[in-house]
């Protein structure tokens, strides 16, 4: 059976309601998914998942340090992650505000590590975005996160 990770950071909840749901989408369609806050991430963990999903606030239009951390620690094992799924999500306080770009900035670690990256020509299309507490429809967009990576993971783990 294909396994994921789903990473979080968050002070205020909002990423980590969405990383939950993420979880969710992923479980029910069959995945043996983990979740975890980033600060617990041990990175040599990473190698043993099929899919890296990693949610973030926008912290001035990137990723929080915290997740950062855990990508610039992952430079241990460069190469190593190859073939893996990546995705990712991301709460900001604003429209426009950077969700979109802190999506990307997480999305290009994965590309330089090699990793397979989904579009998604329906729904949120670089990864989920809420604003603040994550609505209905940023719900059913972090669902479809879950379904889809493990949809995809069928095809390429
Ligand atoms: C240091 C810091 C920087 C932030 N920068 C932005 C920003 O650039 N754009 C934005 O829309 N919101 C910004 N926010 C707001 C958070 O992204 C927003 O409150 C988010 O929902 C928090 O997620 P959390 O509940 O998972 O911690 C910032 C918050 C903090 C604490």
Known sequence: MAKAIVIYYSRTGNTKKMAESVLEGLQKENVEAALKDAA????????????ILIGSPTYYGSMAAEVKKLLDDSVKFHGKLTGKVGAAFSSSANTGGGNETTILDILNAFLIHGMIIQGDAQGDHYGPVAIGSPDNRAIKECLRLGERVAKLLKKVA
């Not at 617990?40 to 899919?51: G, I, N, T, W």
């Open 40 to 51: 617990s991430v041990d990175v040599d963990e990473l190698l043993k998942y099929d899919a």
